[in-house]
Each structure stands twice: as structure tokens, then as C-alpha cells.
């Protein structure tokens, strides 16, 4: 159990060091978003992204959870998509 939880917190670690928690961008819109996540990132507060898929909502998600206070908690990313076999 000690190795496993060593293992995790380096596995973190290099997870939170080797990823990009920035953005850079001209685009007016997507300014005024981050803009937004930036008032909520360190918020004790839920936070449900909506979108198409491909938009980058997940990327958004780890930029709040990991450049705000929560970035030492567990991330948990969800797919709220309803499944295929609900319709058939």
C-alpha cells in the first residue's frame, strides 16, 4: 500500500508538472471564458461545462481544477452524454 500511494503522488505530480494549465489566445470569446473560469477556479463551488463534443470542455475542466485551490483534490472527469442504447 505504501508503494501504491508513493507511486500515485509522483504520478501526480508529473501529471500536474508536465501539463499545461495556461492558455493563450486572442479570440475575444474564449477570453471572456477563461475570464469566467478564473472567478470561479478558486470558489468552493460546482461547476457544470456544456458543450459539443470535441469543444474542449475537459480542457477547461483541468485548467479550473488544476491552476485554482482545488488542484491538491482528485480530479474526476464525468460523460454526462446519454447513451446510445437509452434511444434504441
Do not use: W
Request: aromatic letters at 6%.
Amino acid at each position: 500500500m505504501r508503494a501504491l500511494a508513493r507511486q500515485n503522488r509522483f504520478l501526480r505530480d508529473e501529471l500536474v508538472q508536465r501539463s499545461p494549465h495556461t492558455f493563450v489566445t486572442r479570440d475575444p470569446g474564449l477570453a471572456a471564458l477563461l475570464e469566467k473560469a478564473d472567478k470561479v477556479k478558486d470558489r468552493a463551488v460546482t461547476v457544470l461545462l456544456t458543450g459539443e463534443s470535441g469543444t474542449g470542455k475537459e480542457v477547461l475542466a483541468r485548467y479550473i481544477h488544476f491552476s485554482g485551490s482545488r488542484r491538491d483534490a482528485s480530479f474526476i472527469g464525468l460523460n454526462c452524454a446519454p447513451s446510445r442504447r437509452a434511444f434504441s
